[in-house]
């Protein structure tokens, strides 16, 4: 039996221009699906008053009117309108964009040009102000600090 001397030359990553798509991969996904569910059964058992929970600040009903990302699924609380879900970032790496909303075309970027950096996904009811954190996860390019590089330009 031969094998086939397979020298796979894999060369091509073709990086430096522009943009190479969707460069987004998240890392450390934290799911909340469990903690929401819990606090969506102790709202409908009564244990929790709506109030509680639907306390969006007029910050987050803006940030989700202007950088909310529309998803199919009707409000669990008051099932009245669509949620929205909003991307909050966090890290030193991104200073005073830290603790801001941003887009999905926002997020692109930012992983492209910082290290690390948090997100935090946040979902809304621009209806009855209920909101509740998704998911979390880190982006960025993942490169070790150190070895920094000049580009002149
Ligand atoms: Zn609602």
């Not at 430096?16 to 606090?39: E, I, K, N, T």
């Not at 887009?103 to 102000?129: G, Y």
Request: aromatic share 6%; proline share 3%.
């Amino acid at each position: 039996m031969e094998r086939a001397t397979g020298t796979g030359r894999a060369v091509g990553a073709d990086h430096g221009r522009a943009y190479p798509g969707r460069v987004l991969s998240p890392r450390q996904v934290v799911d909340y699906a469990l903690q929401r569910r819990a606090l969506l059964a102790d709202v409908r058992a009564g244990r929790v008053e709506p109030e509680e929970v639907c306390d969006a600040g007029a910050y987050l009903q803006r940030a989700a009117r202007f950088h909310g990302r529309k998803v199919e699924e009707t409000c669990p609380v008051c099932r009245k309108d669509q949620l929205a879900q909003v991307s909050w970032v966090f890290g030193e790496a991104l200073r005073h964009i830290s603790g801001s909303a941003r887009s999905i075309d926002d997020l692109e970027q930012l992983a492209a040009h910082h290290r690390e950096f948090t997100v935090h996904v946040v979902e809304v009811c621009r209806t009855c102000r209920w909101n509740h954190l998704v998911r979390s996860f880190v982006l960025g390019t993942g490169r070790p600090r150190g070895g920094r590089r000049t580009a002149g330009g």
